[in-house]
Protein backbone atom coordinates (compact mmCIF):
# COMPACT_ATOMS: atom_id res chain seq x y z
CA UNK A 1 0.00 0.00 0.00
CA UNK A 2 1.26 3.70 -0.43
CA UNK A 3 3.09 4.93 2.24
CA UNK A 4 3.90 8.32 3.25
CA UNK A 5 6.72 8.54 6.45
CA UNK A 6 7.92 11.26 8.31
CA UNK A 7 9.93 11.64 11.41
CA UNK A 8 7.58 11.33 14.25
CA UNK A 9 10.14 12.69 16.64
CA UNK A 10 10.59 16.45 17.51
CA UNK A 11 13.21 18.37 15.66
CA UNK A 12 14.96 20.89 18.63
CA UNK A 13 17.18 23.19 16.29
CA UNK A 14 18.90 26.33 17.55
CA UNK A 15 17.85 29.48 16.45
CA UNK A 16 20.13 31.00 13.12
CA UNK A 17 20.65 27.50 12.47
CA UNK A 18 19.43 24.74 9.17
CA UNK A 19 16.29 22.92 10.27
CA UNK A 20 16.07 19.54 7.73
CA UNK A 21 12.97 17.85 7.90
CA UNK A 22 12.49 14.56 5.98
CA UNK A 23 9.86 13.17 3.56
CA UNK A 24 9.87 9.17 2.38
CA UNK A 25 7.48 7.89 0.64
CA UNK A 26 7.16 4.03 -0.68
CA UNK A 27 4.32 2.28 -3.61
CA UNK A 28 3.88 5.50 -5.15
CA UNK A 29 5.46 7.80 -7.73
CA UNK A 30 4.02 10.76 -7.15
CA UNK A 31 3.73 13.55 -9.83
CA UNK A 32 4.38 16.86 -7.16
CA UNK A 33 4.79 17.10 -3.30
CA UNK A 34 3.38 20.01 -1.06
CA UNK A 35 5.08 20.61 2.33
CA UNK A 36 2.37 22.75 4.93
CA UNK A 37 2.78 24.19 7.97
CA UNK A 38 0.52 23.87 10.81
CA UNK A 39 0.52 25.79 14.65
CA UNK A 40 -1.31 24.36 16.90
CA UNK A 41 -5.17 24.83 17.08
CA UNK A 42 -4.93 25.71 13.12
CA UNK A 43 -5.36 24.31 9.64
CA UNK A 44 -2.24 23.69 7.44
CA UNK A 45 -0.69 26.58 5.53
CA UNK A 46 0.56 25.49 2.23
CA UNK A 47 3.82 26.41 1.46
CA UNK A 48 6.35 25.00 -1.24
CA UNK A 49 5.12 22.37 -4.63
CA UNK A 50 7.76 20.60 -6.41
CA UNK A 51 6.66 18.39 -9.00
CA UNK A 52 8.62 15.02 -10.31
CA UNK A 53 10.41 16.92 -12.64
CA UNK A 54 11.81 19.68 -10.34
CA UNK A 55 14.94 18.71 -8.23
CA UNK A 56 14.54 21.56 -6.41
CA UNK A 57 12.43 24.70 -5.02
CA UNK A 58 13.29 27.70 -3.33
CA UNK A 59 10.67 30.26 -1.42
CA UNK A 60 13.04 32.67 0.44
CA UNK A 61 14.54 30.95 3.36
CA UNK A 62 12.80 28.04 2.29
CA UNK A 63 14.02 25.32 -0.29
CA UNK A 64 12.56 22.42 -0.99
CA UNK A 65 14.32 18.98 -2.52
CA UNK A 66 12.39 15.94 -4.48
CA UNK A 67 14.54 12.87 -5.47
CA UNK A 68 12.37 10.54 -7.35
CA UNK A 69 14.94 7.78 -7.39
CA UNK A 70 15.52 7.79 -3.22
CA UNK A 71 11.69 8.48 -2.43
CA UNK A 72 12.49 11.11 -0.91
CA UNK A 73 11.79 14.72 0.04
CA UNK A 74 13.74 17.34 1.70
CA UNK A 75 12.87 20.40 3.63
CA UNK A 76 14.93 23.12 4.85
CA UNK A 77 14.65 26.15 6.63
CA UNK A 78 17.71 28.10 6.85
CA UNK A 79 18.24 30.90 9.19
CA UNK A 80 15.44 29.37 11.72
CA UNK A 81 13.79 31.80 13.68
CA UNK A 82 11.48 30.90 16.71
CA UNK A 83 8.66 31.64 14.62
CA UNK A 84 9.26 28.71 12.46
CA UNK A 85 8.68 26.50 15.63
CA UNK A 86 5.64 24.49 14.11
CA UNK A 87 4.80 21.11 12.62
CA UNK A 88 5.55 20.36 9.02
CA UNK A 89 2.92 17.82 6.96
CA UNK A 90 4.31 17.04 3.41
CA UNK A 91 1.88 15.11 1.00
CA UNK A 92 1.93 13.63 -2.39
CA UNK A 93 -0.67 13.22 -5.11
CA UNK A 94 -0.26 11.99 -8.86
CA UNK A 95 -1.57 14.14 -11.95
CA UNK A 96 -4.91 12.91 -12.22
CA UNK A 97 -6.04 11.86 -8.35
CA UNK A 98 -7.88 14.53 -6.38
CA UNK A 99 -6.71 13.07 -3.33
CA UNK A 100 -3.46 13.69 -1.79
CA UNK A 101 -1.62 11.29 0.92
CA UNK A 102 -0.43 12.92 3.73
CA UNK A 103 2.46 12.77 6.13
CA UNK A 104 1.33 12.56 9.90
CA UNK A 105 4.14 15.70 9.98
CA UNK A 106 7.50 16.17 11.69
CA UNK A 107 7.22 19.04 14.94
CA UNK A 108 9.94 21.46 14.54
CA UNK A 109 11.08 23.87 17.54
CA UNK A 110 13.39 26.53 16.87
CA UNK A 111 15.02 27.34 20.40
CA UNK A 112 16.73 31.16 20.85
CA UNK B 1 -11.59 38.72 4.23
CA UNK B 2 -12.95 35.22 6.37
CA UNK B 3 -11.66 32.82 3.41
CA UNK B 4 -12.85 29.58 4.62
CA UNK B 5 -14.63 29.33 7.53
CA UNK B 6 -15.89 26.38 9.54
CA UNK B 7 -18.51 25.73 12.47
CA UNK B 8 -18.61 25.29 15.39
CA UNK B 9 -15.06 25.14 16.73
CA UNK B 10 -15.78 23.26 19.17
CA UNK B 11 -18.32 20.20 19.77
CA UNK B 12 -19.58 17.58 22.32
CA UNK B 13 -22.05 15.13 21.44
CA UNK B 14 -23.38 11.64 22.53
CA UNK B 15 -22.93 8.53 20.52
CA UNK B 16 -26.08 8.05 17.89
CA UNK B 17 -27.30 11.39 17.38
CA UNK B 18 -26.60 13.38 13.96
CA UNK B 19 -23.73 15.74 13.90
CA UNK B 20 -23.43 18.49 11.07
CA UNK B 21 -20.03 20.35 10.39
CA UNK B 22 -20.81 23.56 8.27
CA UNK B 23 -18.17 24.96 5.86
CA UNK B 24 -18.11 28.03 3.96
CA UNK B 25 -15.48 29.53 1.94
CA UNK B 26 -15.41 32.80 0.32
CA UNK B 27 -13.18 32.57 -2.72
CA UNK B 28 -15.89 30.80 -5.28
CA UNK B 29 -13.00 27.94 -5.23
CA UNK B 30 -14.22 24.87 -7.07
CA UNK B 31 -12.96 22.66 -5.06
CA UNK B 32 -13.98 21.52 -1.64
CA UNK B 33 -12.39 18.95 0.97
CA UNK B 34 -13.16 16.94 4.26
CA UNK B 35 -10.36 15.75 6.45
CA UNK B 36 -10.22 14.15 9.54
CA UNK B 37 -6.83 14.51 11.62
CA UNK B 38 -5.68 11.99 14.44
CA UNK B 39 -2.59 11.60 16.83
CA UNK B 40 -0.15 10.21 14.82
CA UNK B 41 -2.04 10.11 11.83
CA UNK B 42 -1.81 12.08 8.65
CA UNK B 43 -4.54 14.09 7.52
CA UNK B 44 -7.19 11.50 5.95
CA UNK B 45 -9.53 12.48 3.41
CA UNK B 46 -13.55 11.29 4.04
CA UNK B 47 -15.12 13.32 1.00
CA UNK B 48 -14.07 16.09 -1.62
CA UNK B 49 -16.39 17.83 -3.96
CA UNK B 50 -15.04 19.18 -7.44
CA UNK B 51 -17.99 21.66 -8.09
CA UNK B 52 -21.84 22.63 -6.57
CA UNK B 53 -24.01 18.90 -6.78
CA UNK B 54 -20.61 16.78 -7.19
CA UNK B 55 -19.03 14.97 -4.45
CA UNK B 56 -16.98 11.97 -4.07
CA UNK B 57 -15.76 9.86 -1.59
CA UNK B 58 -12.41 9.61 -0.09
CA UNK B 59 -10.23 7.52 1.74
CA UNK B 60 -12.58 7.17 5.12
CA UNK B 61 -15.93 7.68 4.21
CA UNK B 62 -17.91 5.02 6.08
CA UNK B 63 -20.62 7.14 8.99
CA UNK B 64 -20.22 10.57 6.74
CA UNK B 65 -22.61 11.95 4.42
CA UNK B 66 -21.90 15.82 2.40
CA UNK B 67 -23.82 17.80 0.54
CA UNK B 68 -23.01 20.59 -2.28
CA UNK B 69 -25.67 22.29 -3.20
CA UNK B 70 -23.95 26.01 -3.42
CA UNK B 71 -20.37 26.45 -4.71
CA UNK B 72 -19.23 28.26 -1.30
CA UNK B 73 -20.73 25.79 1.17
CA UNK B 74 -19.76 21.94 1.83
CA UNK B 75 -21.44 20.47 5.15
CA UNK B 76 -20.48 17.26 6.64
CA UNK B 77 -22.87 14.95 8.48
CA UNK B 78 -22.46 12.51 10.99
CA UNK B 79 -25.68 10.08 10.45
CA UNK B 80 -25.26 8.52 13.77
CA UNK B 81 -21.80 9.44 15.54
CA UNK B 82 -19.77 6.82 17.20
CA UNK B 83 -16.82 7.76 19.71
CA UNK B 84 -14.55 6.63 16.50
CA UNK B 85 -15.00 9.61 14.86
CA UNK B 86 -14.06 11.26 17.93
CA UNK B 87 -11.46 14.04 15.59
CA UNK B 88 -10.63 17.19 14.61
CA UNK B 89 -11.98 17.99 10.97
CA UNK B 90 -11.18 19.98 8.51
CA UNK B 91 -12.13 21.48 5.72
CA UNK B 92 -10.73 22.55 2.58
CA UNK B 93 -10.83 24.73 -0.36
CA UNK B 94 -9.20 25.57 -3.69
CA UNK B 95 -9.48 26.66 -7.57
CA UNK B 96 -7.77 23.22 -7.91
CA UNK B 97 -6.87 19.92 -6.49
CA UNK B 98 -3.41 20.60 -5.68
CA UNK B 99 -3.39 23.59 -3.58
CA UNK B 100 -5.73 23.52 -1.03
CA UNK B 101 -6.62 26.32 2.13
CA UNK B 102 -7.76 25.22 4.99
CA UNK B 103 -10.07 26.13 7.79
CA UNK B 104 -9.38 26.58 11.24
CA UNK B 105 -11.18 22.90 11.92
CA UNK B 106 -13.30 22.08 14.38
CA UNK B 107 -13.02 19.67 17.29
CA UNK B 108 -15.41 16.92 17.93
CA UNK B 109 -16.06 14.75 21.04
CA UNK B 110 -18.21 11.83 21.20
CA UNK B 111 -19.15 10.31 24.01
Known sequence: SQKIEQNSEALNIQ????ATLTCNYTNYSPAYLQWYRQDPGRGPVFLLLIRENEK????????????TTLKQSLFHITASQPA????????????????LIWGAGTKLIIKP | ????????????????????????????????????????????????????????KG???????????KTENFPLTLESATRSQTSVYFCASGEEPRTQYFGPGTRLLVL
Not at chain 2, 39 to 54: E, F, K, P, Q, T
Open chain 1, 84 to 99: DSATYLCALASGSNYQ
Open chain 2, 1 to 56: DAGITQSPRYKITETGRQVTLMCHQTWSHSYMFWYRQDLGHGLRLIYYSAAADITD
Open chain 1, 56 to 67: EKRKERLKVTFD
Open chain 1, 15 to 18: EGKT
Open chain 2, 59 to 69: EVPDGYVVSRS
